[in-house]
């Protein structure tokens, strides 16, 4: 099977399954909220909803009076040191009155792009704020990291600007909320492309946003993998999917709230079929909480953008479920072109805070891993078990509940100066992947083995070259290699591995954890095959395998030892823009741990690194040293001067 028409299946299996949430013993109340959790967890702000909200600081720097409403241009922070600009739209006289959150689409000018809206709706009666994104309008932040500059590191952070943008959000309900302008109790949300994915994702995050109308921002996973219109979206449409799940369900926890989808017929972002199959799908769910008229699809003939039909939609919608009016479409007026100017609506009049930290928020939102303080290996089972727990929650949860029988198969033996043995097995029910044994002499001999795993460049026959890490080392060994996805038979070509690293993603897997998840199946067929001595079974790994190597070992348990050859220093570590180098990323395992801490909690197992050891491994070395016993450190130029 081919690497895409695997993604393409495992989408169409998760879009299938969607709405996920309708079956359930629990009342929807109940239920919803348990999942919301998760999306928080998944969306990277549970950390700071957990914590005390910090002082917002709000400074209005402008005020504006118009004929019927004014302008405030104003800036708070969401975190300190994390500011958000803004414009607030008040109607004249307004108390308590029904409120919408506008957030921007990714256009340059962000809040100067998109007045004519927050005008029209404060024309409405509705009190309306503006807030630019962290990449464009007032504030510079990176919004398209992997999307554009190579951060597939943000996977294994489980970092998404998705996560800053719907805190912002979130912050800004607290600011309104303050306001008496304001009812806290009819607030709404909306906004374009960018904006209408925060729209959605700021609904599921939070229920004090009451209606929702979300533009040009729908589509199943099914089809962004199948039309690989994931290749033109922002790193913020999709949170980091550890959970597999649907963007229809994610959208689910909004039930029963009322909803207005609003979309183009002829988007390239979002394939219209996959629109109305997602409003089917998520149809469903509303029908089931008997709320079915709470949701609705509006659409126009045109490109990805509002048209003037979707935009009186909108206007009819939150008039009806935040004022309570009942306004026939024709009696409602689309915008009517006044524009302001840029210097109008600016808010940091004086160039923007010294404390700004939102240009590297990436950097630091998602609290990382730090290396745990172990000194004693009871403290060391301990951790080591917990770190399992969370990976297989949140970085491994795609494997296979049972795992499936590798089902080892001796495709030949053969001599070749020595006896060689070539097998296969499963690894998923899709995949059949490769592995060979080469023994000593010339008969099958209990020894002690080293699995190699080969890299995307290696040939099925490296195991033989002198490229191998195992040229020349360990004899009387037993030499083999395992072929993950990408590698020997199954590879496929650079120029797809950036689509094939975000479409991975999308579907809660990387090219790495999926190549983890070979090699366990590996190490089974290994020993179903018998033949080696399975108590001395080791794995090796260069490079981008390294890690892989480390992961396996550390899930498998029973590996003897890891031999690790130019191991990346971090799995924090920015990517080629093209995505052509290591695929070392795994979802949100920087919360949890990085690579040399797994080195070091697979402690007694032996850790033999060839040739230059990053920095970052001495954690785990003085960890070995502490603990000493039966655990083995080596470091060495090359594999020939080692022998356990």
Avoid at 458 to 466: A, E, L, N, T, Y
């Amino acid at each position: 099977m081919h690497i895409h028409d695997y993604l393409v299946q495992v989408a169409e299996d998760i879009t299938a399954a969607a709405p996920r949430f309708i079956q359930n013993e629990k009342s929807w109340d109940t239920y919803r909220q348990e999942k919301q959790q998760q999306f928080h967890t998944i969306l990277g702000i549970d950390y700071y909803l957990s914590q005390p909200r910090t002082p917002l600081n709000p400074r209005i720097t402008q005020v504006h009076e118009r004929d019927d409403y004014r302008i405030e241009c104003l800036y708070y922070e969401s975190l300190p040191g994390l500011y958000v600009v803004g414009n607030l739209y008040v109607p004249n006289g307004a108390s308590a009155a029904p409120t919408i959150l506008y957030q921007c689409g990714h256009s340059v000018t962000q809040k100067v792009r998109y007045q004519e809206h927050a005008r029209r709706f404060a024309q409405l009666g509705f009190v309306v704020m503006v807030i630019d994104t962290v990449q464009y309008g007032e504030t510079f932040g990176h919004h398209h990291g992997v999307y554009r500059l190579g951060y597939f590191n943000w996977l294994s952070k489980g970092y998404s600007p998705a996560a800053v943008e719907t805190w912002n959000a979130i912050r800004a309900l607290d600011y309104l909320e303050t306001r008496p302008e304001v009812d806290p109790n009819r607030i709404g949300a909306t906004g374009n492309s960018g904006g209408g994915s925060m729209t959605w994702s700021l609904m599921s995050a939070d229920d004090r946003v009451k209606v929702g109308a979300p533009s040009c921002s729908t589509g199943t996973i099914a089809s962004h993998v199948r039309e690989r219109t994931v290749d033109y979206h922002c790193d913020c449409t999709f949170p980091v999917n550890a959970l597999g799940w649907e963007m229809i369900d994610y959208a689910s926890l909004c039930a029963p709230r009322p909803v207005l989808i609003a979309s183009a017929e002829r988007d390239n972002l979002f394939a219209i079929d996959s629109i109305r199959d997602f409003y089917t799908r998520l149809k469903k769910l509303y029908e089931h909480v008997d709320a079915a008229d709470n949701l609705q699809l509006v659409t126009h003939p045109g490109a990805h953008g509002y048209a003037p039909n979707t935009r009186r939609s909108i206007s009819q919608w939150f008039l009806k479920h935040l004022q309570g009016r009942e306004t026939p479409y024709d009696e409602i007026a689309d915008c009517d072109g006044h524009v302001e100017q840029e210097a109008t609506l600016k808010a940091y009049i004086n160039g923007n805070p010294p404390n700004d930290r939102s240009t590297d928020v990436h950097d630091w939102f998602i609290p990382k891993a730090q290396p745990p303080v172990i000194i004693t290996p009871q403290e060391l089972a301990q951790t080591r078990e917990q770190v399992v727990a969370n990976l297989r929650k949140y970085t491994f949860a795609h494997f296979p509940d049972p795992m499936p029988d590798p089902q080892a198969v001796k495709e030949r033996e053969y001599l070749n100066q020595r006896l060689i043995v070539d097998f296969n097995y499963t690894s998923e029910t899709q995949w059949r992947l490769h592995g060979r044994l080469l023994y000593p002499g010339e008969e099958v001999q209990e020894l002690p083995a080293v699995m190699e795993l080969l890299n995307p460049e290696d040939s099925r026959r490296h195991v033989f070259g002198k490229t191998s890490m195992l040229s020349g080392a360990l004899r009387g060994w037993i030499h083999g290699s395992l072929a993950p996805r990408g590698t020997g038979s199954t590879a496929w070509s650079s120029y797809q591995q950036w689509n094939l690293r975000r479409s991975a993603a999308l579907v809660g897997r990387t090219i790495a954890s999926m190549r983890v998840l070979d090699t366990l199946q590996g190490l089974r067929a290994i020993r179903q095959l018998g033949g080696i001595d399975t108590t001395r079974l080791y794995l090796a790994g260069r490079g981008e395998m390294a890690v892989v190597a480390l992961y396996a070992a550390l899930l498998d348990g029973r590996v003897a030892g890891v031999l690790l050859k130019d191991p990346p220093a971090t799995q924090d570590e920015v990517s080629a823009i093209d995505g052509t180098d290591m695929a070392i990323e795994m979802l949100h395992c920087l919360k949890y741990t990085d690579a040399p801490y797994v080195a070091g909690l697979l402690w007694p197992a032996q850790l033999v690194f060839v040739g230059h050891t990053p920095a970052t491994y001495q954690w785990a070395a003085d960890l070995y040293a502490r603990l000493q016993g039966e655990g083995g450190w080596w470091r060495v130029e090359t594999l020939t001067r080692w022998q356990p």
